[in-house]
């Protein structure tokens, strides 16, 4: 059924202006009207721009069809002519008075905005859709003063409009004059008046006025401003949409602009930064394709850190393509982050076939080369380190970054010093994705670089793209960092001063040193050497702090701490300090007889069983460790154990196959990992030795089962637990294994009901009544938040990336294989956004058992528990193999083990901690309080916006869901912030431009590869003007009333524009081709130094003096032997005879005063000297294809 007038409830009176006569009268009736009669006031530009109001509607239902009839709109304007004018026109048809004063009336049109409007009435013209007759005063004594309309619909229903409406511009905009409304079927009488005396009007049978056609050279003179394209679009609502796409161009520009755009990104992700991340992530990105090492303590955003320099690089600072490579048990984990904090729709590689999106969406590929085809790409650390993938990964489009979590586990194979060839396969493929250019830049994340020697993460540097003398041997890391502890003593030696200088030399990045301390320079070696020598002692300290920062672990690790933090307070940057860790130790002894005797049984069972098993094979035992610390978790833990190996043992006997894997798995993989072995069940190989030792496990079950309720250590949980909640804190406990966590969640439900939840491997668990049910990591992080969960018992999963700063307290049900992880979990609560000052730690022990003995000696030895331990990480190694029952218990050892780091500063310096600054933090050209402007900003654009809720806006059909606080990224998995990285924000933006549109807000972008910058301005009559923000664009446009800006000027300012953002973008280019060129060459460096090096160590071992070393060279390779066959390729390699100065000649004849005679045999088999010419940067002295 066509519209009907009817259907809209019409007002009885209006008053302009306000939108009121378009939005409540003109375009609901042009809307459904098939007719609209009306009589104006002057013919005139704004006269008849205001008559075509809601013209827009009517012609949408003239090319649809719903209007046949022609003229469906009649327009009588009028003229004032003279006496003498009127009887020319009126009996001699003499037009030339009234075509005179029609054009000079018509004019030019004095804003876009009648402009656009004359083009709807000059198209509707010249389609035959509208006449326009002129109204003539018969005795030209006045001029028709009538003004009003009738609007008629299919069903000859009528709405009419009458009153004294200044229907010019200045009227239907600035003044309040009424229009009266009625309708036919309410007010008939009325409606039959202005029809029958607009008809008299038109018809020219009125007494007093004379209506005449359009002249026609008026006509001519109106169509020409007539559109080829039908303008269906209001004049009002184009207007409009110019400016939503000018303030959504400038927006979604922002951060690709070369001034302000970085912290453009910073100020609209979904995060706000700390000081120490806004230091870290300016410098990292603004370093880049220089690679960082980000090794803050747990707990202190990391992970954020590179989420916000991923996304300021994505914003056209040359990353397009990144590889992120978590382990595979965080891949869910680093999705949410990526967006929960990024911003970031990053699909990750599930099994070999499935892309999983954050919303949960999977999309099959054919395998992991098609996976690769992603832009941004999550693929576990495992998956991609296998042999059988590299070839797909090298075959890949080249990745401009490439980030590696948990970095330490790129590693040697061979943890000696000088095994610098044979890399684990992670650490291989990361050289591999360097050396062929398959990888343009690294980010490596991990807060223990070292984990068991401090060359781990000088290997890691190496990746980076670090090289020269620091990385042709760690000997000359060493020396370094013992050179600046003699001098901090004031002992610096004569030789080391030298090699302080060597090094310095050969670091062209090196900071300059403060003016004050007046050093010569580092070239002048012997000037400078005997200045470091006799610095005063006040100048000493300052002196290591800029030597110290010239060294490249300085220039390329950022490692914040908790005492970072407290500077930052102490500056008056932070609120708050950081908490004070309470650690509190709980010994417990059993306080029942049944529950000690029930232990003793189990220790002796496991004890004879590991040394009958390590009699056969040794590494054979080790698979009882696991139900000795299974025994130590819980009775539960314990019996469903050896029940899983009486099913086994029954195997046995009745000689069916059976499964020889591990039959406790949850653990089983982690120590197969500490121990470097496959790990089997272990189980007896005859029915007769199984037999034996199923009646043991079934004894033992049974003791097991006599206990009945009791638990010493349980009883003492729930009484902890009910002491840290008392001050209504959350509680966060932790056990190794899903058995006991089960098991506790009961326990504690009876004491605390629905406040209990749980989170493992599987996902979180909520109490509901008797039973306990799934919960998503979101719903069990809000409720501790909320304070509707208080006791939150996990399994070590939680402590692999989860944010439970909301808890307040951690106890240690059992402790974990790795020391390390106890640093993981503690990270949970002790974390930045933690708001109380006091963290109780409470670890409950097993008196006189291997765990207390050794995590007491940890605590006390290495701070394990009060602070994060990274230097410690060997002597955590070695804790290590006494808690797997490789090693005896032995404190002493770890004591010692801990003094010997203390002095090795190598070691200690592996670790250097940030220097607080107070940064400017830089406003960004958007900001997030703006972004509801923008979406205001869309309303009369023809593109929907409707609010889901009070952060997420769906805008368009979709799917665009735009977030005005950070909160709705992280309650809807598609929604995203207005950042210009999500290309469906783009997608908006082109339905909101219109080609050939010449706008006064000019952006003019430029792209080379990755690169990509955009700039802009503001184009007017005056010139080009700056446009310095987003709110600077928003003032600019006050006065802007849709008036193009002169097309000279604006293709200028294009051009002008054009060149800047290309100039942009090629320097950056340019920085990124010349950083790359010279990592190569320093790598290349590395490798020929090093080939010198142990060429000259060679050399020395055939004669021990240093006297002309290139004629021994020379002599030997001549010879007709396989070392002289060696030499040759040495010197083919080097291309020639190497230099020798003094002091490579003194290290020579130190290192073979050293050597034993077996070592010096050794040496002439000429094994250094050929891993020297295999070693893999060789490969980067060539050009990559």
Excluded at 36 to 54: E, K, P, T
Excluded at 465 to 481: A, C, D, I, K, N
């Amino acid at each position: 059924m066509s519209a009907s007038l009817r259907d809209v409830t019409w007002p009885r009176f209006l008053r302009a202006p306000d939108g009121q006569l378009v939005a409540r009268l003109y375009e609901p009736a042009l809307r459904r009207a098939v007719r609209y009669d009306r009589c104006c006031a002057y013919f005139s530009s704004s006269v008849l721009s205001a008559a075509a109001s809601g013209f827009g509607a009517f012609i949408q239902r003239v090319l649809d069809g719903e209007v046949v009839n022609k003229p469906a709109i009649r327009l009588l304007v009028n003229e004032e002519l003279s006496e003498a004018d009127v009887a020319a026109l009126l009996d001699a048809g003499q037009e030339a008075p009234l075509v005179q004063a029609l054009l000079a009336q018509l004019g030019s049109p004095e804003t876009a905005l009648q402009k656009r409007r004359l083009e709807m009435l000059a198209w509707l013209a010249r389609e035959g859709w509208l006449e326009v007759r002129v109204g003539i005063m018969r005795q030209a004594d006045g001029i028709l003063h009538a003004k009003f309309g009738l609007f008629v619909d299919a069903q000859k229903d009528a709405v009419v409009f009458a009153g004294s409406g200044n229907e010019s511009a200045n009227g239907l905009r600035g003044n309040y004059e009424k229009l009266e409304i009625s309708w036919s079927w309410g007010d008939a009488e009325r409606h039959v008046h202005f029809r029958d005396e607009f008809e008299a009007l038109w018809s020219g049978n009125d007494p007093a006025v004379a209506s005449v056609p359009l002249p026609q050279a008026v006509r001519d003179a109106l169509i020409k401003l007539a559109p080829d394209v039908p303008p269906v679009a209001e004049a009002e609502d184009n207007l409009r949409r110019q400016r939503a796409a000018m303030l959504w161009s400038y927006a979604l520009a922002a951060p690709y602009m070369p001034e302000g755009g970085a912290a453009t990104c910073d100020a609209m992700a979904p995060v706000t930064l700390w000081p120490h991340q806004r230091r870290v992530v300016a410098e990292a990105a603004s370093a880049w394709p220089e690679g960082r090492l980000l090794c803050d303590e747990v707990g202190m955003g990391k992970t954020v850190e590179a989420i916000l320099i991923l996304r300021r690089l994505l914003a056209g600072r040359g990353v397009k393509r990144a590889l992120l490579l978590p382990p595979a048990n965080l891949l869910p984990q680093w999705q949410g982050e990526l967006r929960e904090k990024g911003g970031l729709r990053v699909p990750r590689l599930e099994g070999p076939r499935t892309l999983v999106w954050p919303d949960g969406t999977k999309q099959t590929v054919a395998g992991l080369a098609e996976a690769l085809e992603q832009d941004l790409l999550l693929l576990s650390r495992e998956t991609a380190r296998t042999e059988g993938n590299l070839p797909i990964l090298l075959a890949a489009r080249p990745w401009d970054l490439v980030l590696l979590d948990e970095g330490h586990a790129a590693r040697r194979a061979s943890q000696i010093e000088g095994e610098f060839n044979t890399p684990t396969l992670l650490l291989g493929l990361l050289r591999r994705l360097q050396a062929t250019g398959q990888a343009r830049s690294f980010m490596i994340l991990s807060a223990t670089p070292m984990q068991t020697h401090p060359w781990e993460p000088w290997d890691l540097l190496q990746v980076l793209g670090e090289g020269g003398l620091w990385l042709s041997g760690f000997h000359v890391v060493s020396r370094f960092y013992e050179a600046l502890a003699a001098l901090e003593r004031g002992q610096l030696s004569r030789r080391e001063a030298l090699a302080l200088a060597r090094i310095l030399a050969a670091t062209p990045q090196r900071p300059s040193p403060p003016a004050e301390l007046s050093l010569p320079p580092v070239e002048d070696a012997e000037a400078f050497a005997q200045a470091l020598r006799f610095l005063p002692a006040e100048a000493r300290t300052r002196t290591v702090a800029w030597l110290r920062s010239c060294s490249p672990l300085a220039r390329r690790m950022h490692r914040n701490t908790r005492r970072t933090l407290r500077r930052y307070y102490e500056m008056g940057l932070l609120e708050r300090p950081p908490p004070q860790r309470d650690v509190r130790e709980d010994p417990f002894d059993f306080e029942t007889q049944e529950e000690r005797e029930v232990y003793e049984a189990v220790t002796r069972y496991i004890d004879r069983r590991f040394d009958e098993l390590e009699g056969q094979k040794p590494g054979k035992g080790f698979v009882m460790t696991i139900y000795r610390r299974r025994a130590a978790s819980s009775p539960v833990a314990l019996r469903k154990s050896l029940e899983r190996r009486a099913m086994g043992l029954k195997a046995v006997i009745a000689q069916r196959a059976y499964d020889d894997t591990v039959l406790d798995l949850e653990d089983a993989e982690e120590l197969e990992d500490l121990l470097n072995v496959k790990l089997t069940s272990a189980l007896p190989e005859t029915p007769q030795e199984a037999a034996a030792e199923l009646a043991e496990v079934e004894d033992l079950l049974s003791r097991i089962a006599s206990l009945g309720g009791l638990d010493t250590k349980r009883d003492r949980l729930v009484a902890w637990t009910k002491k840290l909640t008392a001050d209504g804190r959350g509680v966060l406990i932790f056990t190794g294994y899903t058995d006991t966590m089960e098991y506790l969640r009961d326990a504690l439900a009876s004491a605390f009901g629905s406040a209990v939840a749980s989170y493992s491997g599987e996902g979180g668990a909520v109490r509901a009544g008797q039973a306990w049910i799934p919960a998503s990591k979101e719903a069990v992080t809000a409720a501790l938040r909320a304070g509707t969960i208080k006791v939150l018992v996990c399994t070590d999963a939680a402590s692999e990336g989860l944010n439970l700063q909301a808890a307040g307290a951690l106890v240690n049900f059992d402790l974990p294989w790795n020391p390390s992880k106890v640093e993981q979990r503690i990270g949970r609560v002790d974390r930045i956004g933690q708001e109380l000052p006091v963290l109780p730690i409470v670890n409950l022990y097993l008196q006189d058992s291997v765990d207390e003995r050794v995590y007491r000696a940890l605590a006390r030895r290495c701070g394990l528990f009060e602070t994060f331990v990274g230097p410690m990480q060997p002597v955590l190694s070695q804790a290590i193999r006494m808690l797997i029952g490789k090693e005896h218990v032995d404190e002493e050892a770890l004591a010692k083990a801990a003094e010997a780091i203390r002095k090795n500063p190598a070691v200690m310096q592996a670790f250097p901690e940030d220097e607080p600054a107070a940064l400017q933090a830089e406003e960004g050209l958007f900001r997030p309080e703006q972004v509801e402007t923008l979406l205001s900003a869309l309303e009369g654009t023809g593109i929907r916006v409707k609010a889901e809720s009070n952060t997420v806006h769906l805008i368009g059909t979709g799917p665009l869901r735009i977030v005005t606080h950070p909160s709705g990224v992280v309650a809807h998995p598609e929604a995203s912030c207005v950042d210009g990285l999500d290309a469906r924000q783009w997608r908006l933006l082109r339905e909101l431009q219109q080609p050939g549109e010449r706008l006064p807000l000019v952006l003019a972008s430029a792209e080379e590869g990755a690169f990509r910058a955009v700039v802009c301005g503001w184009v007017s009559a005056e010139g080009l003007h700056e446009v310095r923000s987003f709110a600077d664009l928003q003032a600019l446009m006050v006065d802007w009333d849709g008036q193009e800006p002169p097309n000279g000027a604006w293709k200028t300012a294009r051009l002008q524009l054009a060149a800047k953002a290309r100039q942009h973008v090629s320097e950056l280019a340019q920085r990124c081709a010349a950083a790359a060129a010279v990592s190569r060459v320093a790598q290349a460096e590395a490798a020929r130094l090093r080939l010198i090096e142990e060429l000259g160590r060679t050399l020395i071992c055939f004669e021990p003096d240093t006297n002309d070393l290139n004629g021994k060279f020379h002599r030997l390779a001549t010879e007709r032997t396989a070392t002289a066959e060696r030499l040759q390729h040495v010197y083919g390699r080097l291309g020639g005879y190497p230099e020798w100065d003094e002091f490579q000649l003194a290290d020579l004849r130190e290192f073979r005063t050293g050597l034993t005679g077996n070592q010096v045999k050794t040496r002439l088999t000429g094994r250094e000297l050929d891993a020297a010419m295999a070693d893999p940067r060789w490969a980067l002295a060539l050009p990559t294809s």
